[in-house]
């Protein structure tokens, strides 16, 4: 009974094993398309001289440092999994926290940008690189999101990940549409009021996930403290 036991409890582990093993590689992935592409796009949104490609781009680069929190807080979970005790979780969770702080940053500065271009909005936007870039964006964005999806409702660490592509994806779409209004309808304007729409979306995503990732990290403190 006992060796049956312990072959039982040895197949678990394995089984644990291999599902961080797959999250590592899942986040590895998520994360070179996501890096690459922000680079790229930074360098076009300072060509284009576009706000919302700029701040899309700014946004991902912050999803690229909050991937690589997420991508070392699964890698440290690897280790000693077979007692893996909470201070090892509490890791994924403070990453997660820190993931939706980072998304709560970043749109406050786009819409401090965004104001400030609508006081004078620029005359010199580049709509076909801006378009393009975008669209190739929303791409990306969506082969990570459905990447990351299934693995999403099972894990917090992954859910942060999610919801920073999900933004992304909402912000390529909105850079789309602002620039079929510059280059259709010469909306200049158009720019940075899909900026400042943005970064309230990206706000919107995050506030769940912070409020989620505190809750659970106090209530693991007033255990920690009780025991």
């Not at 819409?111 to 870039?133: F, V, Y």
């Amino acid at each position: 009974m006992d060796h049956h036991h312990s072959a039982h409890c040895h197949d678990h582990t394995l089984v644990k094993d291999s599902n961080r093993s797959d999250k590592v590689a899942l986040l590895s992935s998520v994360l070179v398309l996501v890096g690459c592409f922000s680079l790229a796009e930074l360098a076009v949104g300072l060509w284009s001289n576009s706000l919302a490609l700029l701040a899309d781009s700014g946004h991902m680069i912050s999803d690229t440092l909050a991937l690589c929190i997420t991508l070392f807080a699964s890698w440290i979970s690897q280790f000693n999994s077979s007692k893996k005790t909470f201070g090892y979780q509490r890791i994924e969770v403070i990453s997660a926290l820190i993931n939706g702080i980072g998304l709560v940053a970043i749109a406050l500065w786009i819409g401090w940008e965004a104001i400030a271009r609508l006081q004078s909005p620029p005359d010199n936007i580049l709509s076909l690189p801006m378009l393009i870039t975008a669209g190739v964006g929303l791409g990306v964005n969506s082969i990570n999101v459905l990447l990351l999806h299934d693995s999403s409702h099972h894990d917090i660490n992954l859910r942060g990940a999610f919801l920073h592509i999900v933004a992304d994806v909402i912000s390529s779409v909105s850079v789309i549409l602002a620039a079929i209004a510059v280059a259709v309808m010469h909306w200049q304007w158009a720019d940075p009021v899909i900026s400042l729409f943005c970064s309230g979306l990206i706000i919107l995503s995050a506030i769940p996930l912070i409020i989620q990732s505190w809750k659970i990290l106090h209530k693991s403190f007033q255990s920690s403290l009780v025991s």
